[in-house]
């Protein structure tokens, strides 16, 4: 569900996003910016879902495992 949402910016802002960006692709622009800062990802649930793919947890383990033997020849 979308919410409308009124701020109030300097002329030369304004003036910016319409040149620029457009007058009717503002909203999506404004929201692209700002949702990384206030919508958090549930990485609980994103990380069980992507567990639930048996190939892809496979090829997680291998790339683990060749990468654990590499460390093995590191020299500190």
Do not use: C
Request: charged share 35%; hydrophobic share 35%.
């Amino acid at each position: 569900m979308q919410k409308k949402l009124t701020i109030t910016v300097d002329e030369e802002v304004y003036t910016g996003l319409h040149k620029v960006i457009g007058p009717r692709k503002i909203s999506r622009f404004v929201q692209e910016i700002v949702r990384p800062y206030v919508v958090r990802p549930d990485y609980e649930a994103a990380y069980a879902e992507m567990s639930k793919d048996k190939k892809r947890e496979n090829e997680a383990l291998k790339w683990a495992e060749i990468t654990f033997k590499d460390m093995d020849h590191e020299t500190m």
